[in-house]
T-cell receptor
Framework: DTGVSQNPRHKITKRGQNVTFRCDPI?????LYWYRQTLGQGPEFLTY????????KSRLLSDRFSAERPKGSFSTLEIQRTEQGDSAMYLC?????????????FGPGTRLTVT | GIQVEQSPPDLILQEGANSTLRCNFS?????LQWFHQNPWGQLINLFY???GTKQNGRLSATTVATERYSLLYISSSQTTDSGVYFC???????????FGSGTKLNVKP
C-alpha cells in the first residue's frame, strides 16, 4: 500500500477564491479524517467520515467549508471565499474498521496560503 | 473536548543524550498515538499505545491510562530525531483525535 496521499501539496490563492483539496486514504480503510494545523500548534479536528457518511463536524468547520466522500473512497475538502485566516496545513488521515485498527495514518498535507 | 498537555515544550539535547517526553490528558481515553512531525510537515507514526509499554529500537513509550499520562523515551538521540513530537488522544466512539501542542526537539551534533 502506498499510504495516504493528498493533492495538491501546496496551494497559493487570492482571498475570495475557492479551493478544493483531495485525499486518497489507504485502500482498505473505511474511516477518513480531516485536520487543520496552523504554525506552532498541533492539528485540530475538522471532520470525520465512515465510508461515505459524514458523521462528525467540528465547530471550526464554518459554512464556507464542505467535505465529501461520495463513494467511500477518496474525499474532497472545499473552501469557498477563502480568507487569510484559512492559511494553514490541511491534513487527511485514515484508519481501519476494527477496534484494533483505529491507528490513524496521515497524508503529507496540503499547505494553503491565502494572499 | 479532551485537554492534552505536552512537556517540555522545547528541548535541546546533545547527540547521544537520553530524554523523556510527557503527555498528560484530562479525561479517560482508549486511543493514544505518538507522532514525529518532520520538517516538511509529515506526521510519522511512532507508537499506537492506548495502554502498556512498547519499544521500537531507540524509542519506547509507556501509557498509564488510569493515571492519564503517557511517556515517550528517546535513548542515544541522533540529529535525525530533531523535529516536533505530538501526542494525540481520543475515544473510539468519538472518532477523532485531540492533539497536544507538541514538544520541539533539537538534537545538536
Amino acid at each position: 500500500d502506498t499510504g495516504v496521499s493528498q493533492n495538491p501539496r501546496h496551494k497559493i490563492t487570492k482571498r475570495g477564491q475557492n479551493v478544493t483539496f483531495r485525499c486518497d486514504p489507504i485502500s482498505e480503510h473505511n474511516r477518513l479524517y480531516w485536520y487543520r494545523q496552523t504554525l506552532g500548534q498541533g492539528p485540530e479536528f475538522l471532520t470525520y467520515f465512515q465510508n461515505e457518511a459524514q458523521l462528525e463536524k467540528s465547530r471550526l468547520l464554518s459554512d464556507r467549508f464542505s467535505a465529501e466522500r461520495p463513494k467511500g473512497s477518496f474525499s474532497t475538502l472545499e473552501i469557498q471565499r477563502t480568507e487569510q485566516g484559512d492559511s494553514a496545513m490541511y491534513l487527511c488521515a485514515s484508519s481501519g474498521r476494527d477496534r484494533d485498527r483505529y491507528e490513524q495514518y496521515f497524508g503529507p498535507g496540503t499547505r494553503l496560503t491565502v494572499t | 473536548g479532551i485537554q492534552v498537555e505536552q512537556s517540555p515544550p522545547d528541548l535541546i539535547l546533545q547527540e547521544g543524550a537520553n530524554s523523556t517526553l510527557r503527555c498528560n490528558f484530562s479525561d479517560s481515553v482508549n486511543n493514544l498515538q505518538w507522532f514525529h512531525q518532520n520538517p516538511w510537515g509529515q506526521l510519522i507514526n511512532l507508537f499506537y499505545i492506548p495502554s502498556g509499554t512498547k519499544q521500537n529500537g531507540r524509542l519506547s513509550a509507556t501509557t498509564v491510562a488510569t493515571e492519564r499520562y503517557s511517556l515517550l523515551y528517546i535513548s542515544s538521540s541522533q540529529t535525525t530525531d530533531s523535529g516536533v513530537y505530538f501526542c494525540a488522544v481520543g475515544l473510539y466512539n468519538f472518532n477523532k483525535f485531540y492533539f497536544g501542542s507538541g514538544t520541539k526537539l533539537n538534537v545538536k551534533p
